[in-house]
T-cell receptor, first 115, second 114 residues
Framework: GAGVSQTPSNKVTEKGKYVELRCDPI?????LYWYRQSLGQGPEFLIY????????DSGLPNDRFFAVRPEGSVSTLKIQRTERGDSAVYLC?????????????FGPGTRLTVL | GNSVTQMEGPVTLSEEAFLTINCTYT??????LFWYVQYPGEGLQLLLK?????DKGSNKGFEATYRKETTSFHLEKGSVQVSDSAVYFC?????????????FGAGTRLAVHP
């Protein structure tokens, strides 16, 4: 079956602009996660959804970052007033409910560049 | 707090050499441990996992054993190939208070030459 998909694959924007990054999880996976990976580092957790609700948003760096998952499937990560420090690869992952200990499955990522 | 420490790279090996990439962790509770691999130009792939102490995860010739007494999960392969060149990430989840998030190490780049 299809894996996790993310769009766009690359996004270049100017400082101060608003961006939206989309994630389409594996069909049937109710758990969805967003991570951010800076160059030369491991991914860092941002937010976790179980169904439609954000069960843990402790990794969001500040209130410019927001994510939604209105129908429990596709999720959108929204960044307001982008800053150069937001440049990174944003990764989405999904897993089956109750099977989180077996691992998460990642999409290819969206590379965000803020000029 | 909860964290993962893995050996710095790059690790450069000749084809058919033995590989070890060290990983140690700090965690509350009883975490699950993972190795993920990122091939050039591709996304993160789950390589192997272990969910409890003394479990051995294995896949594609790679192995790692969950050692609770040394809080380690070292990745090994007996004979590496050029196609194994990638960045390898050790990760944990299932610790107390953070059951669902993955915490990653910084990654270790492996370069295998013919």
């Amino acid at each position: 079956g299809a894996g996790v998909s993310q769009t766009p694959s690359n996004k270049v924007t100017e400082k101060g602009k608003y961006v939206e990054l989309r994630c389409d999880p594996i069909s049937g996976h109710t758990a969805l996660y967003w991570y951010r990976q800076s160059l030369g580092q491991g991914p860092e957790f941002l937010i976790y959804f179980q169904g439609t609700g954000a069960a843990d948003d402790s990794g969001l760096p500040n209130d410019r970052f927001f994510a939604v998952r209105p129908e429990g499937s596709v999720s959108t990560l929204k960044i307001q007033r982008t800053e150069r420090g937001d440049s990174a690869v944003y990764l989405c992952a999904s897993s089956l409910a109750g099977r989180e200990r077996e691992g998460q499955f990642f999409g290819p990522g969206t590379r965000l560049t803020v000029l | 707090g909860n964290s993962v420490t893995q050996m710095e790279g790059p690790v450069t090996l000749s084809e058919e050499a033995f590989l070890t990439i060290n990983c140690t962790y700090t965690a509350t509770g009883y975490p699950s441990l993972f190795w993920y691999v990122q091939y050039p130009g591709e996304g993160l792939q789950l390589l192997l996992k272990a969910t409890k102490a003394d479990d051995k995860g294995s896949n594609k010739g790679f192995e790692a054993t969950y050692r609770k007494e040394t809080t380690s999960f070292h990745l090994e392969k007996g004979s590496v190939q050029v196609s194994d060149s990638a960045v390898y990430f050790c990760a944990l989840s299932g610790f107390s208070g953070g059951y669902n998030k993955l915490i990653f190490g910084a990654g270790t780049r492996l370069a295998v030459h013919p």
